[in-house]
């Protein structure tokens, strides 16, 4: 069955830093792959997307996330954080059993130390 | 450009009574999904409608039906209410149109449901 592990629960960051949350996945052919981030009481906005091709996908906000076969793993990143990044982030998978859900990880709640 | 809409944003209700949310995609979008994600959890799938159809089926209790209507609005009917069932319930929509499209979803803002 698809996945999605998402191992850091929380991380803190001090704006200006540098910003990588990681995600791993299970999957038994070509994943179709998400990066969603939630504000506190809002809805999911796609960050970026990843379904074939240059495994370096470019999303909103300055984020980017690498796809490695090898590794199982999708992991988002950002070169220098803003406060107003701080939110839950997850990362999610495309179902293999169909073409309409989606899974998602637990989520890595991201804070900004000013 | 045009979003999810739900509908209501915020719903009390008691338990045992009955409640339903309303979904209205994207235009020209024609699946809806339904996720539920309750306090500090992830959202997870509870079912999706292609064509006025449902397409697949997640994690739905019995208690709870939905349908796509000839508009392609769609309703989740939740009766016999929990506490359990409060939650912030998304609906999403996408486009089988172009390949590989209906894997991106377009999330609402979500209705909130608590049940006291």
């Known amino acids: 069955a698809q996945s999605v592990t998402q191992p850091d629960i929380h991380i803190t960051v001090s704006e200006g830093a540098s910003l990588e949350l990681r995600c791993n996945y299970s999957?038994?052919?070509?994943?179709?792959l998400f990066w969603y981030v939630q504000s506190p009481g809002q809805g999911l906005q796609l960050l970026l997307k990843y379904f074939s091709g240059d495994t370096l996908v470019q999303g909103i906000k300055g984020f980017e996330a690498e796809f490695k076969r090898s590794q199982s793993s999708f992991n988002l990143r950002k070169p220098s954080v803003h406060w107003s990044d701080a939110a839950e982030y997850f990362c999610a998978v495309g179902a293999e059993s169909s073409a309409s859900k989606i899974i998602f990880g637990s989520g890595t709640r991201l804070s900004i130390r000013p | 450009a045009a979003g999810v809409i739900q509908s209501p944003r915020h719903l009390i209700k008691e338990k045992r009574e009955t409640a339903t949310l309303k979904c209205y995609p994207i235009?020209?979008?024609?699946?809806v999904y339904w996720y539920q994600q309750g306090p500090g959890q992830d959202p997870q799938f509870l079912i999706s409608?292609?064509?006025?159809?449902?397409?697949d089926k997640g994690s739905i209790p019995d208690r709870f039906s939905a349908q796509q209507f000839s508009d392609y609005h769609s309703e989740l009917n939740m009766s016999s209410l929990e506490l359990g069932d409060s939650a912030l319930y998304f609906c999403a929509s996408s486009s089988t149109k172009e390949l590989g499209a209906s894997y991106e979803q377009y999330f609402g803002p979500g209705t909130r449901l608590t049940v006291t």
């Open positions: 409608f292609y064509e006025k159809m449902q397409s």
């Open positions: 235009p020209r979008h024609d699946t």
């Open positions: 999957y038994g052919a070509t994943p179709y």
